[in-house]
């Protein structure tokens, strides 16, 4: 269950060891490095795969198709051309190029496992579909071990106390033993399956479902025979096994664990079990996950604080953490993919495993620790991958630039000390309103996160403070939410792992109450103080006061389209239509990029202006059906002239359209736009 399946990797059989020759690469197995450096973690973002540290903030930008944890300092990634290995600063020990035979496949799409096993020892055991079987080094060295030249090698297990299982064929079948760190076999290949060695023992099975633990000789040490159905590695002195209908914890010579200890103080049965890993280890019912004396340590699902994906899977714990796919939103995972398994069957695939993608149509990725608190959420705020952490005081201990601080008391209290607004939660941006609105008259907002308390619980709490159109530097009172010319707010908080079925906190408005005094406004940045008293929606006596001071939290453009002139029958379409601009025809914009085109969309629906452009133009243009560039009115080619600008991942420009008979337009004529700060996003 946990070691070398007793199925025959068909995909390498043939593949043959050769002895490697040179005293040099004789032995560079068996000893583990020292570790160096705060762990790593495996993290997604818009469906690319990087590492964060235990802060949650990039360490290598996710930028690989696939990802695995870091062990020994290395770490197996998948781009396009296959698997590598990455050292802890992002650069290939191992080029990618390789795939394991075994594949998951999520809604037809197929994943190849990694065929490098996590390094350990200062060895990763590699199992490329193909090719033979061998060892890598932490510096890329390939090792293959002498003693198994000639072998028809078809799986290969990772170095631990000194020792690392070989599945080889015997006739028709295939048989496991162990190689020690020379390569030649420490214990011959006479058994069925076989694990890794821990505290000098490892799981060996002669049938399929007779398992029972050798020493380092070989020998039996328990049980008396060979009669587990299940057997893992130990830990802690503790390993998981299955005798019959039986399933717990096996010490040094009998049963350890046989129970759960629920969180009430009662006792339950457990159906399987995983090894631990950081003092913890996953059983069903549940899955929750035990500490050493059988007691629930951690149950995520509790009050339905958390929604796992897939209750079968049962990870481990990695670097002190438990990588867990849960619900995102209110918990709730949303349809389930057809997930499907192909290849000759590795144990480090298939339902109970973790599966490290998000497939759901609404989940995540969080990291818990071993008290089961969420500590990396791969759905929270965070800095661009590459941009630095900077300080939130200057030396006097003012607020820095980009800075900001808050305070709240009532129903909910917290001191939220300075913090920088580097993370993509904080921010001053443009808001569109209606499609009279411009960067530099705004309107504005200003959003602030924080951490507050509200009834005991933790919770993060989100600030959004609009402010009119034309607002300048001075004071101004808080109105309410619904006034139009006056700064107003609102005051959102959740539970953190919050299940829909968990309180909640109301949310609260600006009711007019409370002062904004801007010091600074402008297109660059915001700085000012703010003092509001907020009400709950549900009830005028649920009241929370909030001041916060932030100085120069950065502005962000937003898109912005305006109408230039018009000739002949728009013009006449454009006076017909008092109460719907012509203009809003044209709103919103967007631009879709890829390898091959670029395409420029003024408006969403309707009679929408679109352009399709080859990839990196630039510069005037001519648009038409003849043209390089087309363009076409509410589906319909048409013709156009203008400029196409490019700065910092966004487009400006103007665009002439001529407009022939349509049905939006009684006769012909022009229109004339002007378009900027229209971010180029990657097409999907």
């Known amino acids: 269950m946990w070691g070398a399946t007793a199925c025959k990797r068909g995909a390498w059989v043939g593949a043959v060891i050769a002895a490697t020759t040179g005293a040099a690469t004789a032995q560079p197995c068996g000893t583990s490095p020292d570790a160096e450096g705060a762990p790593l973690y495996p993290l997604p973002q818009d469906g690319k795969w990087g590492f964060v540290g235990q802060d949650g903030e990039w360490r290598l930008a ?4 696939q990802a695995r944890p870091f062990s020994e300092g290395a770490a197996a990634v998948e781009t396009g051309a296959g698997w590598g290995l990455i050292d802890r600063s992002g650069n290939y020990i191992v080029e990618p190029g390789a795939h394991d035979a075994d594949r998951v496949v999520i809604a037809g799409e197929a ?12 060895c990763s055991a590699a199992t490329p579909e193909g090719g033979a ?3 890598v080094t932490a510096t890329g060295v390939r090792w293959s071990p002498p003693g198994l030249s000639g072998e028809e090698v078809l799986d290969l297990g990772s170095f631990s106390e000194g020792l690392a299982w070989a599945r080889v064929t015997r006739g028709k079948k295939s048989a496991v033993g162990w190689i020690d760190t020379s390569g030649d076999w420490a214990i011959a290949p006479e058994f069925h399956a076989g694990g890794d060695f821990s505290e000098g023992r490892a799981p060996a099975a002669i049938n399929d479902g007779f398992w029972g633990y050798v020493d380092t000789s070989g020998e039996l040490v328990l049980p008396r025979k060979f009669l587990l159905q299940d057997a893992g590695r130990y830990e802690g002195g503790l390993a998981p096994v299955r005798l019959n209908d039986e399933a717990g914890y096996m010490g040094a010579s009998d049963w350890a664990i046989e129970e759960m200890t629920l969180p009430d103080g009662g006792t339950g049965s457990i159906k399987s079990a995983a090894p631990f890993s950081g003092g913890r280890a996953a059983v069903q019912p549940g899955p929750v996950w035990i500490d050493p004396e059988g007691t629930v340590a951690v149950n995520p699902q509790a009050g339905a604080r958390l929604s796992i994906c897939n209750e079968a899977r049962l990870p481990s714990y990695q670097d002190g953490l438990l990588p867990l796919v849960v619900g995102d939103g209110s918990n709730i995972c949303g349809n389930s993919p057809d997930i499907s398994y192909e290849g000759p069957g590795d144990p480090r695939s298939g339902p109970q495993s973790m599966l490290w993608h998000l497939p759901w149509q609404r989940d995540k990725l969080v990291w818990l620790d071993t008290d089961g608190a969420t500590v990396i959420d791969s759905t929270a ?35 939220v000390a300075p913090q920088r607004a580097d993370a993509p939660c904080n921010r001053s941006e443009f808001e569109m309103d209606g499609n009279q609105a411009t960067n530099a008259q705004g309107p504005w907002s200003l959003s602030l996160a924080g951490v507050a308390n509200w009834k005991g619980e933790t919770v993060d709490l989100s600030l959004s403070l609009g402010l009119p159109k034309g607002i300048g530097p001075g004071r101004h009172e808080i109105g309410p939410t619904s ?22 906190p109301a949310t609260y408005t600006s009711q007019g109450g409370g002062s904004l005094t801007l010091e600074r406004r402008d297109q660059t940045a915001i700085t000012g103080v703010v003092e509001i008293t907020f009400v709950s929606r549900d009830d005028p006596a649920d009241a929370v006061t909030l001041s ?33 601009p012509l203009i809003n025809f044209f709103t919103p914009a967007k631009a879709v990029s890829d390898d091959q085109t670029l395409t420029l969309s003024l408006g969403k629906f309707g009679p929408k202006i679109e352009l399709v ?19 076409s009115f509410a589906g319909v080619p048409v013709s156009a002239e203008g400029r196409l600008s490019r700065d910092a991942g966004s487009l400006s420009g103007e665009l002439t359209a001529r407009l022939g008979a349509h049905e939006q337009v009684d006769g012909a004529g022009t229109v004339t736009l002007g378009f900027s700060n229209v971010p180029v996003e990657p097409s999907e």
Request: hydrophobic content about 40%; aromatic content about 8%.
């Open 62 to 65: 996710p930028e690989w198709r």
């Open 111 to 122: 994943f190849a496992l990694s065929p490098y096993k996590p390094m350990s020892q200062g």
């Open 133 to 135: 079987a061998h060892y």
């Open 381 to 415: 705020c965070r800095r661009a991958p590459g941009v630095a952490a900077l300080p939130a005081t200057t030396d006097g201990g003012d607020l820095a630039p980009g800075a900001y601080r808050m305070a709240l008391s009532g129903v909910v209290e917290g001191d």
């Open 483 to 504: 006034a139009e010319d006056m700064p107003s707010a609102y005051l959102w908080m959740s539970v953190r792992d919050a299940g829909p079925n968990a309180p909640r």
């Open 548 to 580: 916060a001071r932030f100085n120069e939290i950065p502005y962000e453009a937003g898109a912005e389209v305006v109408l230039v002139k018009t000739t002949a029958a728009v013009t006449a379409l454009d006076e017909s239509m008092p109460d719907d």
């Open 613 to 631: 452009f080859p990839a990196g133009h630039e510069g005037s243009f001519e648009a038409g059906p003849e043209a390089p560039v087309s363009v």
